[in-house]
């Protein structure tokens, strides 16, 4: 898939961080002291992603790179604040660079200072560099001569004063899902869903059939609950429905590759990551729709209604830190495992308009004390999905695909035990079997 990388530092500087990336064919920008990108010296290059909608026409978008550096990164913030997409947006002129990242920032976009200015839509030419910085989601950033001179930073996210109440609400929240869906389509006739028959997979597959040609992919091992779930929807939408097996020998033989992608051991990183890496290597879509983010904006998780119980100020300070880390907690990682299975995520939930519907909603709209998601789960019953669904509690991808029980079986079957783990140094096995990959 695409992606940049530039330096401003020496061409055998340049040459480092490029030979990282080159492997996972990225598109290379070089930003070469005193200014000379060796593409041209002054130029734009879409770094990554896609923009969605017409608003974003070639005319506009042409509009954007006209005037300074400066004025390009005023442009490129307020792209970043409106535009619903995946993307990074890079601009040269001079001596001057200026990188943008998107509302979200779905899209990675990882830069060093030291020892020499350096950014890379992969993690991949900085593994050994201990000063690794990220550029704010949403924001736009100028670099002359190797240093961050200015920076259009999103603006803080926050709760409306003036809220919504459920009825106000939920059709602004099905009018914007289903734009977000059909602008989608607009660039991509075929949309391919990683479904696991949950509220969220089910309900964009439900809505997207109005706008595209749709097919789902479900990864699971054989007794899997997403995989049970989906194979029981099969037949309700007519769709298509790709079923890819996860056993031992699976996790075994991409786990490398998928550990080199994110740059990361963890094991709740891991166990999300290998399931979308391998829908995006089976599937060869353009797009991967995911329903990443629905949680997050509605109050999806078990943890937030534990978190209401104590009041509702409690769970909305949790939810808002959630939906700021978004990006480093959750999207960056997914995204990176996407790209390495050859394909793009894209996550209709996660839009600039949704978000700002989702903080202007009554806080009850969204959850209580016993239901979560509530309005999302009205939206599915007059979409006419069966009341199982509206009704289906969230079950985390990793035990719902299965590879949570896989890894614990291989631990087990190398005699990997929790006092084994300890001796070497590892919180319990699960996290040695993934280091042992």
């Given at each position: 898939?695409?992606?940049?990388?530039?330096?401003?530092?020496?061409?055998?500087?340049?040459?480092?961080?490029?030979?990282?990336?080159?492997?996972?064919?990225?598109?290379?920008?070089?930003?070469?002291?005193?200014?000379?990108?060796?593409?041209?010296?002054?130029?734009?290059?879409?770094?990554?992603?896609?923009?969605?909608?017409?608003?974003?026409?070639?005319?506009?978008?042409?509009?954007?790179?006209?005037?300074?550096?400066?004025?390009?990164?005023?442009?490129?913030?307020?792209?970043?604040?409106?535009?619903?997409?995946?993307?990074?947006?890079?601009?040269?002129?001079?001596?001057?660079?200026?990188?943008?990242?998107?509302?979200?920032?779905?899209?990675?976009?990882?830069?060093?200072?030291?020892?020499?200015?350096?950014?890379?839509?992969?993690?991949?030419?900085?593994?050994?560099?201990?000063?690794?910085?990220?550029?704010?989601?949403?924001?736009?950033?100028?670099?002359?001569?190797?240093?961050?001179?200015?920076?259009?930073?999103?603006?803080?996210?926050?709760?409306?004063?003036?809220?919504?109440?459920?009825?106000?609400?939920?059709?602004?929240?099905?009018?914007?899902?289903?734009?977000?869906?059909?602008?989608?389509?607009?660039?991509?006739?075929?949309?391919?869903?990683?479904?696991?028959?949950?509220?969220?997979?089910?309900?964009?597959?439900?809505?997207?059939?109005?706008?595209?040609?749709?097919?789902?992919?479900?990864?699971?091992?054989?007794?899997?609950?997403?995989?049970?779930?989906?194979?029981?929807?099969?037949?309700?939408?007519?769709?298509?429905?790709?079923?890819?097996e996860l056993d031992p020998e699976v996790?075994?033989?991409?786990?490398?590759?998928?550990?080199?992608?994110?740059?990361?051991?963890?094991?709740?990183?891991?166990?999300?990551?290998?399931?979308?890496?391998?829908?995006?290597?089976?599937?060869?879509?353009?797009?991967?729709?995911?329903?990443?983010?629905?949680?997050?904006l509605f109050g999806g998780y078990f943890?937030?209604?534990?978190?209401?119980?104590?009041?509702?100020?409690?769970?909305?300070?949790?939810?808002?830190?959630?939906?700021?880390?978004?990006?480093?907690?959750?999207?960056?990682?997914?995204?990176?495992?996407?790209?390495?299975?050859?394909?793009?995520?894209?996550?209709?939930?996660?839009?600039?308009?949704?978000?700002?519907?989702?903080?202007?909603?009554?806080?009850?709209?969204?959850?209580?004390?016993?239901?979560?998601?509530?309005?999302?789960?009205?939206?599915?019953?007059?979409?006419?999905?069966?009341?199982?669904?509206?009704?289906?509690?969230?079950?985390?991808?990793?035990?719902?695909?299965?590879?949570?029980?896989?890894?614990?079986?291989?631990?087990?079957?190398?005699?990997?035990?929790?006092?084994?783990?300890?001796?070497?140094?590892?919180?319990?096995?699960?996290?040695?079997?993934?280091?042992?990959?």
């Open positions: 898939m695409g992606g940049i990388c530039g330096s401003f530092g020496s061409s055998a500087q340049l040459e480092s961080i490029a030979k990282k990336i080159r492997e996972n064919d990225e598109r290379e920008l070089y930003v070469k002291n005193p200014g000379v990108a060796l593409i041209g010296n002054r130029g734009r290059c879409f770094g990554d992603g896609f923009f969605y909608g017409n608003i974003y026409s070639d005319e506009e978008i042409d509009a954007c790179y006209e005037g300074t550096i400066d004025d390009i990164a005023k442009s490129f913030a307020a792209i970043a604040r409106k535009a619903d997409g995946e993307f990074i947006i890079t601009a040269f002129h001079s001596d001057k660079l200026c990188i943008s990242r998107d509302y979200f920032g779905k899209m990675p976009l990882f830069f060093q200072k030291k020892p020499v200015f350096q950014f890379s839509t992969s993690q991949k030419g900085f593994e050994k560099s201990k000063n690794v910085a990220r550029v704010p989601e949403g924001s736009s950033v100028v670099v002359k001569n190797g240093k961050i001179t200015k920076r259009h930073i999103r603006p803080k996210l926050k709760f409306k004063k003036k809220r919504l109440d459920f009825f106000t609400a939920m059709p602004l929240i099905q009018k914007e899902l289903g734009a977000a869906i059909e602008r989608r389509a607009q660039h991509h006739k075929k949309l391919t869903i990683m479904f696991s028959g949950g509220l969220d997979s089910t309900l964009l597959a439900k809505i997207g059939m109005k706008y595209a040609d749709i097919s789902l992919v479900t990864i699971g091992s054989e007794c899997a609950e997403d995989r049970i779930n989906a194979e029981k929807l099969e037949d309700l939408f007519g769709l298509k429905l790709d079923i890819i996790v075994e033989k991409h786990a490398r590759t998928v550990i080199d992608a994110i740059g990361s051991r963890s094991v709740l990183d891991f166990e999300i990551a290998l399931p979308s890496y391998l829908a995006a290597l089976h599937t060869k879509a353009d797009l991967l729709i995911s329903g990443q983010g629905a949680d997050e943890r937030y209604n534990e978190a209401y119980k104590k009041s509702p100020e409690e769970f909305e300070k949790i939810q808002l830190y959630d939906i700021i880390n978004l990006s480093e907690k959750n999207l960056e990682r997914d995204q990176l495992a996407v790209k390495a299975g050859g394909s793009h995520l894209s996550t209709p939930y996660l839009t600039p308009e949704l978000a700002s519907i989702a903080l202007s909603t009554e806080t009850m709209t969204k959850i209580n004390v016993l239901h979560n998601k509530i309005v999302l789960r009205k939206i599915a019953e007059k979409n006419c999905l069966p009341m199982e669904i509206c009704i289906r509690n969230k079950k985390a991808m990793q035990y719902g695909c299965g590879i949570h029980t896989i890894l614990q079986k291989m631990a087990k079957e190398r005699s990997y035990t929790k006092e084994k783990a300890k001796e070497e140094g590892y919180t319990g096995p699960l996290e040695m079997i993934v280091n042992s990959f």
